[in-house]
């Protein structure tokens, strides 16, 4: 948290009031700074929820201007939106082009899109490529005004074109209603179809009648140009897929080729490997037979000695069992009084035996005897251990009285943000109460008089309450100054009770010293 001062673990257990008290300042003082930056946050929030379910009452001129805004802009949308006055036919066919889509979209809002001189530019570039010469210069017949009167002829057809699949809307002709042309249809669906039908058709043969009559050579070129157009990016698309087999296959054949390199190479290797791998072996095939023919008389001399080994060994074994048995013939005419001296040998060793087991026994039981002292002087606890057993049931004291002083924070902090909910509860029932009544109050002088009244009495029913409040706030305040007075009264007794226990531990280890050192002189 990026505290200023420093606090170790103990000072907390301890209760190190010097040390802990400027950390506490700082730490209220950024709960303040905190809550003044959320407290705009928290307004902001507020205003959000309350707009929500309610709304404030609002200035009769400010909402008869702004309906005057709302209906002028209403207004002039309404004058200057988009009127459709034809619509497309759904069984006319699909248009390719996106040049005649955009056309025939403008066209059913009554609109004309004009060529531009880019379009213009082109079509006399189409026309000047398909005459016999290419790019030369065009019959003295065809001038450049001539050919803006054919695409500006043409452009009129494709309009007359696109108009035949065009139907007029109801409020452009007769202002039909939607319910009226509904029950015609009904009535005489089949014979508008076949009327419908028949019409198309004649269009449909007038228009092409025009075009050949009119503008046939036009059309025709137009079309060779468009399929060999087709047929250059066809032809296009082939050579770049040639091209690419071509790479493919150029880029195999250089792999197989290096491929093939990398292979000759290795075979010469090899080959040199085996013709000096065979020059080895010839030079090694002389001194292998020499060698073998070594090793073979070595094994054959050692088995010779092998043999000539075990010989010896059965001879001097033979010769060492005789030898035995003639020294047990010797020893065999001392043996009465052998048995008189063991047997005294063995009465001796059965009585020490049995004095050895009787003082085992007493032996066992002296040592059950001092290891039962040993531990009752071990249950006695020594002066170092009684301290250490003093601070640890201090700590333990320190933290149980600091789990429960957080434990009863916990509860006060519960309890009063309990008595805050109930208070602003009270004050947000109190605020809607005012709201839902204000319009009701305002109608009449008698009940906003009482209205008034209700108001006063409210108020004073909230200063009493807050009189109270500030009672029993002094009161805590007072009792809180009585707690403090007397914590520090209790501090001073513990740091008076610590003093004298360690005095008199000084004491206790200069007793010691000196009844140590009476008992040197003594035995001295």
Known sequence: MKCPHRLEPHQIQGLDFIHIFPVIQWLVKRAIETREE???YVR??????FQKTHSLPEDEEFLQRKDKAVRAVLDVLEVYKPQRKYRRQKDAGELLDEESRVHSTLLEYGRRYGFSKQSKQDKVDERKASLPG?????PPGMAEVSEEDDLRAAEEMRIKTLMTSMAAMASEEGKLTASAVGQIVGQQSEEIKQIASEY????SELSSEERSEHYGPLQQHRRAVASLNKQIQQKTKQLDELQANHAEVKSGCDNAKRKLIEATEQSEKLEKELKSLDEVEEQADSSLLEK???LVTMNENLKQQEQEFRTHCREEMARLQQNIEELKTASGQNTGEEKE????????YNTDREKLLKIRLLMARRNREIAILQRKIDEVPSRAELTQYQKRFIELYSQVSATHKETKQFFTLYNTLDDKKVYLEKEVNLLNSIHDNFQQAMSSSAAKEQFLRQMEQIVE???????KMEKKKQENKMRRDQLNDEYLELLDKQRLYFKTVKDFKEECRKNEMLLSKLRAKGAS
């Open 38 to 40: 959320m407290g705009d």
């Open 44 to 49: 902001a929030y507020s205003i959000s929820q």
């Open 134 to 138: 290419g790019s030369q210069a065009a």
């Open 200 to 203: 198309a058709e004649k269009q």
């Open 292 to 294: 073998l023919r070594a």
């Open 341 to 348: 001296r063991n047997q005294l040998i063995d009465k001796q």
């Open 461 to 467: 029913g909230i200063k009493q309450s807050r009189i």
